[in-house]
């Protein structure tokens, strides 16, 4: 979730500040290809955009957009079922023209095998 603080030019006499926020929420399908310690991988799919604007009472709003998601990461074993390491995330949202990187700690435990 991102929050904004506008410029106090649109400030109100009694001192209001304007503010928004915007969130996404993706519901994608991912596939990766990964070996002991490297995986990357793409996700597509719907993000539930969801936004709000403050000043002096609140106005909201919601879209679905679609959305792609790169990702890569390098694993480290703790031991045998734990896993803990660095990831990086590249998320495209096409209709609003959003590019965001997320670099990440990542940490899997693996429960069952086959």
């Known amino acids: 979730k991102d929050k904004f603080i506008v410029d106090n030019a649109f ?5 209001s500040e304007a503010s928004a926020s915007l969130s996404a929420i ?5 596939v ?3 070996s002991s ?3 990357i991988g793409l996700g597509m799919g719907p ?3 969801l936004s709000s604007i403050y000043y ?3 106005s909201e709003g919601r879209r679905i957009e679609l959305g792609i998601t790169f990702f890569g990461s ?3 074993a703790l031991n045998e079922d734990i896993y803990i390491g660095p990831e990086l995330r590249l998320l495209y949202l096409s209709y609003r023209g959003i ?3 997320m670099p990440s700690l990542s940490i899997r435990l693996e429960t069952l095998r086959y």
């Open 99 to 101: 590019i965001s990187i």
């Open 11 to 15: 400030s109100d006499e009694l001192g």
């Open 37 to 39: 310690e490297i995986e």
């Open 47 to 49: 993000y539930l955009m």
């Open 32 to 34: 990766s290809m990964q």
């Open 74 to 76: 390098y694993r480290f």
């Open 26 to 30: 993706p519901l994608q399908v991912g």
């Open 56 to 58: 002096g009472r609140l």
